[in-house]
């Protein structure tokens, strides 16, 4: 998988951006958002590129200004409790490119996140202070990025999502749901 240098300058904004916004009301915890954020944004758009190349498409990452700004706008405006995550996205290019293969492509992304949380959800727990704040914004952030792609909106993961299978996308928009909104469920699990 090659990323050309403009793919990585732009990955770089779009990661320092988002964990701006999503830090506004809690900046002294900038580096443990810029971290969880930029791990959790970075997997995301990796996931959906390795998939696209799996399925013969040429795939790059293009971040889209005015997304960049809505986020920010959206977090001064709700004082950080709400972030318009839609910093940019990876484009795919296929002649023929069937229903499944994009529904793959879109679902690879906020399934990362999803693992991401369950990876970060043990810190979390933890009795440290510098490992459970990192778990919780880590388990929190992806849950939300996941949720968040899986909007049923074009050009959002979760319009491809469902437009190839509803069920799917059920089933991972409920799963990533339930554990931002009922982590206690997760405690049954460890």
């Known amino acids: 998988m090659t990323f050309y ?3 990585i300058v732009q990955m770089i904004i779009s990661v320092v951006t988002i964990s701006l916004a999503f830090s506004l009301g809690f900046l002294l915890s900038f580096p443990l958002i810029l971290l969880t954020v930029g791990l959790g944004f970075i997997l995301h758009e990796i996931a959906h590129k390795l998939v696209a190349i799996r399925f013969g498409c040429k795939a790059f990452y293009k971040m889209w200004v005015e997304g960049l700004v809505l986020a920010l706008i ?7 409790r709400f972030v318009f995550a839609a910093p940019g996205a990876v484009y795919i290019y296929k002649q023929n490119l069937t229903r499944r293969e994009n529904g793959l492509i879109s679902v690879a992304g906020p399934l990362t996140n999803i693992l991401l949380a369950f990876l970060f959800f043990p810190l979390a727990l933890g009795s440290q202070t510098f490992l459970q704040e990192l778990g919780t914004w880590g388990f929190q952030i992806n849950l939300f990025l996941a949720m968040f792609n899986l909007l049923p909106v074009p050009p959002l993961d979760g319009s491809k999502v469902i437009g190839w299978n509803p069920t799917i996308w059920f089933l991972v928009i ?3 749901a339930v554990l931002f ?3 206690q469920v997760l405690l049954g699990l460890f």
């Open 74 to 80: 959206f977090a001064i405006a709700t004082g950080g």
């Open 5 to 7: 240098k403009s793919e």
């Open 181 to 183: 909104f009922f982590p």
């Open 174 to 176: 409920g799963t990533a």
